[in-house]
């Protein structure tokens, strides 16, 4: 399983606090209590990711890195961006996702199954995903005619194989009703941040969603996400980096805790530097 960070708004809002966010990302990672109550290990080893988008007068930068290593030996030093920007901080719009991998059972561990996954839809517009949590792979992938001894199958995560139908099913937009029919082949959680971008706007899904099976105390300590919004700026992250009083950012409070099965679905118009809307709804299983 898995832990997220994820970042978006005025990068003069985020630029000061970002650091921090990052830190207890790192620590998070290395020593996770929850992590060790719920399935017995206790680090998110098996790799980590970022997906850092740029938008500026109009125009769009998009970088990803993966490592196989775990991001606490790494210890990247990382900037909002990765290239200096600082003349332009008002004006430009960041969204950042970070993910650091602990692999659910039965997963490769290989660099093809780092975070973020990235597909094509139909429409041509590129989709990227992270996700904490496990869903049903084999069914996903009977979705999509991928049989289980193709070599894509073995190589890459239940995460990848999901990103994949996402961007089948959501083509030229993100709606409610894709998470809705996600929610039957969740076996543990469907923590999950989207990003799809097309030839004029953004949309962003971010939320949680889990089944507490035999440890519901348990499962959702580890699976719930907090979030902050307002003030030009958003971050959504898991629940260890603010449960624990270690790792908690120090330059940010007033955090909120998502609902199980809440999610919000934002659209913004990089072109325009501006937000079209919000939509908050919620999934129950069933």
Known sequence: MCRILISAGKASKLYNIYPDLVSSLIKASRYDEYEFKLYGSTSHKDGWGRLNIQALDGSLSISIHKSLRPIYVDNPTIRLAPYPFEEYLENTYIIDFMHSRASSRGMPINIFSVQPFYATTEAGYKLYLIHNGKVDKEAIANE?????????Y???????????????ISSGEIKPDIVKNLVKYTSTALNIGVILVTDNYIDMLIGSYYIGGDKPKEAKDYYKLYFIDGD???????STLIDFEDYR?????DWRELDNGEYHLYRFDYREGKYIFKKEFKVVSG
């Not at 073995?154 to 089948?168: C, F, G, H, R, V």
């Not at 030009?232 to 898991?238: A, F, G, R």
């Not at 950012?249 to 409070?253: A, D, E, I, M, Q």
């Open 232 to 238: 030009d700026m958003m971050v959504y992250l898991s």
């Open 249 to 253: 950012p120090k330059s940010v409070k």
């Open 154 to 168: 073995k190589l890459y995560s239940d995460s990848y194989i999901l990103t994949l139908y996402i961007a089948k």
């Open 144 to 152: 999509l005619d991928i049989s289980k001894d193709s070599s894509l």
